[in-house]
Protein backbone atom coordinates (compact mmCIF):
# COMPACT_ATOMS: atom_id res chain seq x y z
CA UNK A 1 0.00 0.00 0.00
CA UNK A 2 1.08 3.24 -0.92
CA UNK A 3 0.92 6.44 1.60
CA UNK A 4 1.40 9.79 0.85
CA UNK A 5 1.86 12.80 2.95
CA UNK A 6 0.21 15.91 0.84
CA UNK A 7 1.48 19.59 2.64
CA UNK A 8 -1.63 21.27 1.06
CA UNK A 9 -5.21 21.01 0.29
CA UNK A 10 -4.24 21.53 -3.47
CA UNK A 11 -1.52 18.65 -3.09
CA UNK A 12 -4.21 16.50 -1.37
CA UNK A 13 -6.82 16.98 -4.67
CA UNK A 14 -4.31 16.42 -7.26
CA UNK A 15 -2.98 12.93 -5.86
CA UNK A 16 -7.01 12.07 -5.70
CA UNK A 17 -6.99 12.52 -9.31
CA UNK A 18 -4.05 10.98 -10.09
CA UNK A 19 -4.19 7.97 -7.79
CA UNK A 20 -7.04 6.28 -8.83
CA UNK A 21 -7.69 3.62 -5.83
CA UNK A 22 -7.13 5.88 -3.06
CA UNK A 23 -8.59 7.35 -0.07
CA UNK A 24 -7.72 9.86 2.40
CA UNK A 25 -7.10 9.29 6.30
CA UNK A 26 -6.68 11.41 8.92
CA UNK A 27 -6.65 9.89 12.45
CA UNK A 28 -6.97 6.48 11.21
CA UNK A 29 -8.99 5.32 14.37
CA UNK A 30 -12.05 4.42 11.80
CA UNK A 31 -10.47 3.63 8.36
CA UNK A 32 -8.04 1.54 10.18
CA UNK A 33 -10.55 -1.05 11.60
CA UNK A 34 -12.45 -0.88 8.17
CA UNK A 35 -9.11 -1.54 6.15
CA UNK A 36 -8.10 -4.53 8.79
CA UNK A 37 -11.37 -5.99 8.80
CA UNK A 38 -11.08 -6.43 5.06
CA UNK A 39 -14.34 -3.80 4.17
CA UNK A 40 -11.97 -1.77 1.80
CA UNK A 41 -9.08 -2.21 0.73
CA UNK A 42 -7.46 0.94 -0.85
CA UNK A 43 -3.76 0.86 -2.62
CA UNK A 44 -3.32 4.23 -1.29
CA UNK A 45 -3.70 6.06 1.73
CA UNK A 46 -3.91 10.16 1.41
CA UNK A 47 -2.76 11.26 4.76
CA UNK A 48 -4.50 14.71 6.02
CA UNK A 49 -3.02 15.25 9.02
CA UNK A 50 0.15 17.05 7.83
CA UNK A 51 -1.97 20.01 6.00
CA UNK A 52 -1.65 22.90 7.94
CA UNK A 53 -4.97 24.99 6.96
CA UNK A 54 -6.97 22.15 8.48
CA UNK A 55 -5.39 21.82 11.97
CA UNK A 56 -6.38 25.27 13.21
CA UNK A 57 -9.31 26.71 15.18
CA UNK A 58 -9.82 29.98 14.04
CA UNK A 59 -11.96 32.80 15.01
CA UNK A 60 -14.17 34.84 12.26
CA UNK A 61 -15.85 38.27 11.90
CA UNK A 62 -19.08 36.22 12.26
CA UNK A 63 -18.06 33.02 14.41
CA UNK A 64 -15.32 30.80 14.48
CA UNK A 65 -13.77 27.68 12.35
CA UNK A 66 -12.25 24.75 13.30
CA UNK A 67 -10.53 22.57 10.57
CA UNK A 68 -11.26 19.18 10.06
CA UNK A 69 -7.94 17.85 10.95
CA UNK A 70 -8.02 19.49 14.44
CA UNK A 71 -7.79 16.21 17.04
CA UNK A 72 -10.69 15.43 19.38
CA UNK A 73 -8.51 15.97 22.13
CA UNK A 74 -7.60 19.81 21.28
CA UNK A 75 -11.60 20.51 20.82
CA UNK A 76 -12.28 18.12 24.27
CA UNK A 77 -9.08 20.36 26.12
CA UNK A 78 -10.74 23.69 24.41
CA UNK A 79 -11.81 26.80 26.74
CA UNK A 80 -13.09 28.86 24.61
CA UNK A 81 -15.72 26.18 22.12
CA UNK A 82 -19.29 25.64 22.51
CA UNK A 83 -19.92 23.67 25.95
CA UNK A 84 -21.53 20.58 23.49
CA UNK A 85 -18.88 20.18 21.03
CA UNK A 86 -16.41 20.04 24.17
CA UNK A 87 -18.29 17.60 26.13
CA UNK A 88 -19.20 15.23 22.79
CA UNK A 89 -15.37 15.22 21.98
CA UNK A 90 -14.87 14.59 25.59
CA UNK A 91 -16.82 11.81 25.44
CA UNK A 92 -15.04 9.86 22.61
CA UNK A 93 -12.67 6.75 23.48
CA UNK A 94 -9.64 7.18 25.22
CA UNK A 95 -7.23 9.73 25.31
CA UNK A 96 -5.19 7.80 22.44
CA UNK A 97 -8.64 7.73 20.32
CA UNK A 98 -8.98 11.41 20.99
CA UNK A 99 -5.32 12.32 20.12
CA UNK A 100 -5.85 10.56 16.68
CA UNK A 101 -9.15 11.24 16.27
CA UNK A 102 -9.98 14.19 14.42
CA UNK A 103 -12.92 15.93 13.77
CA UNK A 104 -13.98 16.06 9.95
CA UNK A 105 -13.16 11.98 10.36
CA UNK A 106 -15.91 11.72 13.12
CA UNK A 107 -18.38 13.38 10.61
CA UNK A 108 -16.75 11.94 7.41
CA UNK A 109 -17.50 8.27 8.89
CA UNK A 110 -20.76 9.28 9.56
CA UNK A 111 -21.60 6.62 12.31
CA UNK A 112 -25.29 7.34 13.39
CA UNK A 113 -23.40 7.47 17.25
CA UNK A 114 -20.85 10.05 16.15
CA UNK A 115 -20.71 12.29 18.97
CA UNK A 116 -19.72 15.06 17.01
CA UNK A 117 -22.80 14.52 15.18
CA UNK A 118 -25.69 16.02 17.20
CA UNK A 119 -23.44 18.97 18.43
CA UNK A 120 -22.22 20.78 15.37
CA UNK A 121 -26.15 20.15 14.19
CA UNK A 122 -27.53 22.05 16.89
CA UNK A 123 -24.79 24.75 16.77
CA UNK A 124 -25.64 24.90 12.82
CA UNK A 125 -21.94 23.76 11.40
CA UNK A 126 -21.72 24.21 7.89
CA UNK A 127 -19.40 22.14 5.88
CA UNK A 128 -16.78 23.53 3.71
CA UNK A 129 -16.45 20.63 0.87
CA UNK A 130 -13.11 21.39 -1.76
CA UNK A 131 -12.80 18.81 -4.52
CA UNK A 132 -10.85 19.82 -8.05
CA UNK A 133 -13.59 20.90 -9.54
CA UNK A 134 -14.79 23.36 -6.90
CA UNK A 135 -15.85 24.50 -3.42
CA UNK A 136 -19.66 23.86 -1.87
CA UNK A 137 -20.99 24.88 1.59
CA UNK A 138 -23.08 22.28 3.31
CA UNK A 139 -25.28 22.99 6.69
CA UNK A 140 -24.39 19.96 8.57
CA UNK A 141 -28.04 18.47 9.10
CA UNK A 142 -28.04 17.97 5.09
CA UNK A 143 -24.90 15.74 4.84
CA UNK A 144 -25.51 12.94 6.38
CA UNK A 145 -28.20 10.26 4.56
CA UNK A 146 -27.65 6.69 5.45
CA UNK A 147 -25.67 4.83 8.13
CA UNK A 148 -21.95 5.51 7.13
CA UNK A 149 -23.05 7.04 3.98
CA UNK A 150 -22.61 10.94 3.02
CA UNK A 151 -23.30 13.66 0.12
CA UNK A 152 -19.31 13.88 0.11
CA UNK A 153 -17.95 12.96 -3.46
CA UNK A 154 -14.82 10.79 -3.76
CA UNK A 155 -12.68 13.33 -4.57
CA UNK A 156 -14.17 15.45 -2.10
CA UNK A 157 -12.26 17.35 0.96
CA UNK A 158 -14.21 18.15 4.17
CA UNK A 159 -11.82 21.10 5.04
CA UNK A 160 -13.54 23.45 7.69
CA UNK A 161 -16.53 23.67 9.91
CA UNK A 162 -17.80 26.41 9.53
CA UNK A 163 -20.33 28.42 12.79
CA UNK A 164 -21.15 31.64 11.98
CA UNK A 165 -23.72 32.80 14.23
CA UNK A 166 -22.13 31.68 17.23
CA UNK A 167 -19.60 33.39 19.21
CA UNK A 168 -16.90 31.65 21.63
CA UNK A 169 -16.85 31.03 25.17
CA UNK A 170 -20.70 30.60 25.19
CA UNK A 171 -21.86 28.11 27.54
CA UNK A 172 -25.85 27.36 26.89
CA UNK A 173 -25.29 24.28 24.85
CA UNK A 174 -25.11 20.88 26.24
CA UNK A 175 -24.37 17.34 25.52
CA UNK A 176 -25.16 13.83 27.09
CA UNK A 177 -24.61 10.67 25.98
CA UNK A 178 -25.06 6.66 27.32
CA UNK A 179 -23.58 3.76 26.33
CA UNK A 180 -22.77 0.43 28.01
CA UNK A 181 -20.51 1.70 30.28
CA UNK A 182 -19.04 4.99 31.72
CA UNK A 183 -15.84 5.40 30.00
CA UNK A 184 -14.22 4.85 26.24
CA UNK A 185 -18.13 3.48 24.98
CA UNK A 186 -19.69 4.29 22.08
CA UNK A 187 -23.16 5.84 22.22
CA UNK A 188 -26.53 4.02 22.69
CA UNK A 189 -27.92 7.22 22.55
CA UNK A 190 -26.87 10.66 22.47
CA UNK A 191 -28.19 14.19 22.59
CA UNK A 192 -27.12 17.89 22.28
CA UNK A 193 -29.10 20.94 22.90
CA UNK A 194 -28.52 24.49 22.11
CA UNK A 195 -30.65 27.21 23.80
CA UNK A 196 -31.42 31.27 24.21
CA UNK A 197 -33.74 32.77 26.98
CA UNK A 198 -35.72 35.98 26.33
CA UNK A 199 -33.74 38.72 27.86
CA UNK A 200 -34.47 38.88 31.53
CA UNK A 201 -36.79 36.15 31.61
CA UNK A 202 -36.80 32.56 31.54
CA UNK A 203 -38.94 32.14 28.20
CA UNK A 204 -36.90 30.18 25.13
CA UNK A 205 -36.69 32.63 22.25
CA UNK A 206 -34.90 29.93 20.30
CA UNK A 207 -33.91 26.11 20.76
CA UNK A 208 -32.28 23.77 18.65
CA UNK A 209 -32.19 19.75 19.48
CA UNK A 210 -30.45 16.84 17.57
CA UNK A 211 -30.06 13.52 18.69
CA UNK A 212 -27.79 10.73 17.77
CA UNK A 213 -28.08 6.34 17.66
CA UNK A 214 -31.83 6.60 17.28
CA UNK A 215 -32.05 6.52 13.72
CA UNK A 216 -30.26 6.06 10.15
CA UNK A 217 -28.72 9.38 10.65
CA UNK A 218 -28.30 11.83 13.13
CA UNK A 219 -32.18 14.09 13.74
CA UNK A 220 -32.62 17.68 14.29
CA UNK A 221 -35.73 17.03 16.11
CA UNK A 222 -37.53 20.49 15.19
CA UNK A 223 -41.33 19.75 16.55
CA UNK A 224 -39.90 19.37 19.48
CA UNK A 225 -38.16 22.63 19.16
CA UNK A 226 -41.54 24.28 17.69
CA UNK A 227 -43.29 22.88 21.02
CA UNK A 228 -40.90 24.35 23.28
CA UNK A 229 -39.86 27.88 21.45
CA UNK A 230 -41.84 30.55 23.34
CA UNK A 231 -42.34 28.72 26.60
CA UNK A 232 -41.16 29.01 29.99
CA UNK A 233 -40.33 25.61 31.20
CA UNK A 234 -41.54 23.77 34.15
CA UNK A 235 -41.14 19.87 34.70
CA UNK A 236 -45.49 19.60 32.99
CA UNK A 237 -43.97 21.11 29.80
CA UNK A 238 -40.87 19.22 29.88
CA UNK A 239 -43.08 16.00 30.45
CA UNK A 240 -44.97 16.76 27.38
CA UNK A 241 -41.85 17.32 25.71
CA UNK A 242 -40.91 14.27 25.91
CA UNK A 243 -44.01 12.48 23.98
CA UNK A 244 -42.95 14.72 20.73
CA UNK A 245 -39.21 13.10 21.26
CA UNK A 246 -40.64 9.70 21.45
CA UNK A 247 -43.44 10.71 18.35
CA UNK A 248 -39.95 11.84 16.17
CA UNK A 249 -37.56 9.17 17.05
CA UNK A 250 -37.12 6.11 15.02
CA UNK A 251 -34.86 3.92 16.99
CA UNK A 252 -33.85 -0.13 16.09
CA UNK A 253 -33.01 -2.63 18.07
CA UNK A 254 -28.66 -3.74 17.73
CA UNK A 255 -26.46 -5.40 19.37
CA UNK A 256 -25.14 -2.04 21.37
CA UNK A 257 -29.21 -1.09 22.83
CA UNK A 258 -33.13 -2.30 22.04
CA UNK A 259 -35.59 -0.14 20.63
CA UNK A 260 -37.19 0.10 23.82
CA UNK A 261 -34.39 0.86 25.94
CA UNK A 262 -32.76 3.64 23.69
CA UNK A 263 -37.02 5.13 23.74
CA UNK A 264 -36.75 4.99 27.20
CA UNK A 265 -33.48 6.53 28.00
CA UNK A 266 -33.44 9.34 25.82
CA UNK A 267 -36.12 11.34 27.76
CA UNK A 268 -34.15 11.20 30.60
CA UNK A 269 -30.65 12.43 28.61
CA UNK A 270 -32.60 15.25 27.59
CA UNK A 271 -33.78 16.56 30.66
CA UNK A 272 -30.38 16.39 32.04
CA UNK A 273 -28.87 18.35 28.88
CA UNK A 274 -32.07 20.48 29.28
CA UNK A 275 -31.29 21.65 33.33
CA UNK A 276 -28.02 22.07 32.38
CA UNK A 277 -28.41 25.00 30.70
CA UNK A 278 -31.79 26.50 31.50
CA UNK A 279 -31.53 27.04 35.29
C1 LIG B 1 -11.45 2.23 20.58
C2 LIG B 1 -12.28 3.25 19.85
C3 LIG B 1 -13.23 3.97 20.55
C4 LIG B 1 -14.02 4.92 19.89
N1 LIG B 1 -14.97 5.61 20.60
C5 LIG B 1 -15.77 6.49 19.97
C6 LIG B 1 -16.79 7.19 20.69
O1 LIG B 1 -16.98 7.03 21.90
N2 LIG B 1 -17.56 8.07 19.99
C7 LIG B 1 -17.37 8.31 18.65
O2 LIG B 1 -18.09 9.14 18.08
N3 LIG B 1 -16.41 7.67 17.95
C8 LIG B 1 -15.61 6.77 18.57
N4 LIG B 1 -14.64 6.11 17.87
C9 LIG B 1 -14.52 6.37 16.41
C10 LIG B 1 -13.42 7.37 15.96
O3 LIG B 1 -12.39 7.53 16.88
C11 LIG B 1 -13.97 8.71 15.53
O4 LIG B 1 -15.00 8.59 14.59
C12 LIG B 1 -12.85 9.63 14.93
O5 LIG B 1 -13.29 10.93 15.11
C13 LIG B 1 -12.52 9.41 13.45
O6 LIG B 1 -11.54 10.37 13.05
P1 LIG B 1 -10.21 9.93 12.29
O7 LIG B 1 -9.45 11.17 12.05
O8 LIG B 1 -9.52 8.84 13.02
O9 LIG B 1 -10.86 9.39 10.95
P2 LIG B 1 -10.23 8.35 9.89
O10 LIG B 1 -10.33 6.98 10.44
O11 LIG B 1 -8.91 8.82 9.43
O12 LIG B 1 -11.28 8.55 8.69
C14 LIG B 1 -12.63 8.16 8.82
C15 LIG B 1 -13.32 8.34 7.45
O13 LIG B 1 -13.42 9.71 7.12
C16 LIG B 1 -12.71 10.02 5.90
N5 LIG B 1 -12.08 11.31 6.15
C17 LIG B 1 -11.38 11.68 7.25
N6 LIG B 1 -11.09 12.99 7.20
C18 LIG B 1 -11.60 13.46 6.03
C19 LIG B 1 -11.64 14.75 5.41
N7 LIG B 1 -11.11 15.83 6.01
N8 LIG B 1 -12.24 14.87 4.21
C20 LIG B 1 -12.80 13.79 3.61
N9 LIG B 1 -12.81 12.55 4.15
C21 LIG B 1 -12.22 12.39 5.35
C22 LIG B 1 -11.75 8.85 5.68
O14 LIG B 1 -11.50 8.64 4.31
C23 LIG B 1 -12.55 7.70 6.30
O15 LIG B 1 -13.50 7.22 5.37
C24 LIG B 1 -13.83 5.16 18.50
C25 LIG B 1 -12.85 4.44 17.79
C26 LIG B 1 -12.08 3.50 18.45
C27 LIG B 1 -11.05 2.74 17.67
Redesign the pocket.
Known amino acids: MKYLFPKSIKEALEYILSEKDS ?11 QISDGFIIPQVLID ?1 SQIEK ?1 KKIERTEEGFKIG ?2 VT ?1 EEIASSKFLPQCLIQGAK ?4 PQ ?1 RN ?3 I ?3 I ?2 A ?1 P ?4 LAPIIVLEGELILISPYGEREVPAKDFFIGPKKTI ?1 AKN ?3 TEIVFKKLFLNERNSSFRKIGKRNG ?4 QVNVAIWLKKREKSNEIEDIRIAVGSVAPIPLRLEKVEIFLKGRTINQEILKDALKVIDEQIKPISDVRASENYRRMVIGSLFQDAFKEIYK
Do not use: M, P, V
Not at 184 to 187: E, G, H, P
Open positions: KFIAGGTDLIILLAALSIGSILGTGGNCNSCGDILEILQTIS
